[in-house]
Nanobody, 123 residues
Framework: QVQLVESGGGLVQAGDSLRLSCVAS????????MGWFRQAPGKEREFVAA????????RYAHSVKDRFTISRDNAKNTVYLRINSLKPEDTAVYYC????????????????WGQGTQVTVSS
């Protein structure tokens, strides 16, 4: 079992930056692929970014790859999502997920989820 806790969200202005964090409870954190997803009001949860065990490989949704950066610190059991040049359309609840099998863009690959952190971007 892996418990995930996200933080770092809030109410920000368009153009601001944020760094979201997701801390995992398990010492075997480094054996999990990690991903970030987001869910805007009235929409399906969508893939944002994912990172390999070591952090050496990353992948992004096409719509965010120029502004979002995923990273991880295995010594701190933490994965991060840096968001630059925030836009109102980035408003969503952001979730991190952990997967032992893959790092795709499907929610089904991720066995564990946090409760999410709200990001609200005003124009």
């Amino acid at each position: 079992q892996v418990q995930l806790v996200e933080s770092g969200g809030g109410l920000v202005q368009a153009g601001d930056s944020l760094r979201l964090s997701c801390v995992a409870s398990r010492r075997t954190f480094s054996s999990y692929y990690m991903g970030w997803f987001r869910q805007a009001p009235g929409k399906e949860r969508e893939f944002v970014a994912a990172i390999s065990w070591s952090g050496g490989r990353t992948r992004y949704a096409h719509s965010v790859k120029d502004r979002f950066t995923i990273s991880r610190d295995n010594a701190k059991n933490t994965v991060y999502l840096r968001i630059n040049s925030l836009k109102p359309e980035d408003t969503a609840v952001y979730y991190c997920g952990a997967s032992s099998t893959g790092w795709g863009d499907s929610q089904k690959e991720y066995s564990y989820w946090g409760q999410g952190t709200q990001v609200t971007v005003s124009s």
